[in-house]
């Protein structure tokens, strides 16, 4: 059986952001517990439009039971990180009234909250951007998902013209004649 682990999404996930807490787990264990929570909400987010089942899988095992594509791991990936900052800005400690010495120089947490807010609509906008992206790679010129590949056996497809040059099997030119 094929499978793709958790681990694989993990560490494309990690690749994308700088986090010293997530860097500083020496164990995969650790990671899983970590990013667990963080992997089920991208994959509530994307298991609609996955090509594979992605709610197959093993919570024991961490694993799918399917091979996931490089661009559904990629994908995964993008999507956790909305998530993964949304928990971060959701922390008691960023909005807390904090006391600082007039000789500390620091950012007001109004600004890093702004900051940290503006950071996440990129990160909504990149996910929504890599979910059609997906998308649009699945879907075939004639509309079916998975390209020509899954086009019903015993169907003829012959793309038609896009472009109108004149020449004989132009459509316009066959009609007008």
Known sequence: MKITE??????RFLSKIEDEYLA????????????????????NSFARISEHNLRKRDER??????????????????????VWLERYINSSRKIEQQYYDAGIKTYSPNENLRNLTTLYQQYLADMRK????????????????????NWPKGREYKPGHTIHNGDADDPIIVNEQ
Not at 24 to 43: G, N, R, T
Not at 130 to 149: F, M, P, Q
């Open 130 to 149: 890599a979910l059609h992206e997906y998308t649009y790679k699945r879907v075939s010129i004639v509309g079916n998902l998975g390209g020509l590949d």
């Open 24 to 43: 500083s787990l020496d164990s995969e264990e650790k990671l899983h517990v970590a990013l667990y929570p963080i992997l089920l909400s991208a994959i």
């Open 6 to 11: 958790y681990y694989d999404v993990y560490i």
């Open 61 to 82: 095992m961490h694993i799918f039971y399917e091979t996931l594509t490089d661009d559904e791991i990629e994908t995964l990936a993008i999507c956790m990180k909305p």
